[in-house]
């Protein structure tokens, strides 16, 4: 199994794109990219086109202890090695276009992250509640706030 190389990649993304992204070495076992929120969809049309990654094994977010005003979303790919992307966000407004056009196969990713952390995902029809029971109202649970101080 070969390493990718990254360089080559954020260099194929900048040419592209325009996007300036970074590598984000605080992962250990996985190359992982830092970009802009509004660059998502065009940096993974750069990954499936140019490298073949098509394969979306999950999006995940968190929300840090010391970082409660930001999210940090991850969308993790696999093709011999793992390669995630990872966006900081407002934790007040968070929002990402889907990429359900894409990738049809995120639906379930999304649905889980919108319900979960409360991302808010634009470019798409709906994004019906997914594991919570229905008549859950208290908000995101996996959001810290003032209010529980979780």
């Known amino acids: 199994m070969d390493r990718i190389d990254i360089e080559t990649i954020l260099n194929k993304i900048q040419l592209q794109t325009g996007c300036v992204c970074e590598t984000y070495a605080h992962i250990e076992n996985d ?3 830092r970009i802009p929120a ?10 499936m086109g140019d490298f073949d990654y098509y394969h ?3 999006i995940t977010a968190q929300q840090r202890e010391d970082q409660t005003d930001e999210l940090e979303v991850m969308y993790h790919f696999w093709k011999d090695t793992g390669l995630s992307l990872i966006m900081t966000l407002p934790a007040k407004l968070p929002q990402l276009t889907s990429i359900i056009s894409i990738i049809p196969g995120a639906d379930f990713y999304e649905r889980e992250v919108a319900e979960m952390f409360g991302v808010t995902f ?3 029809a709906e994004t019906p509640p997914l594991l919570l029971p229905d008549d859950w109202d208290q ?3 996996f959001i810290r ?6």
């Open 139 to 141: 908000g995101p649970p």
């Open 122 to 124: 634009t470019g798409r």
């Open 56 to 58: 979306l094994s999950a």
């Open 31 to 33: 190359d992982t990219i």
């Open 38 to 47: 509004d660059q998502l969809q065009a940096v993974i049309g750069v990954l």
């Open 145 to 150: 706030d003032e209010v529980n101080n979780e």
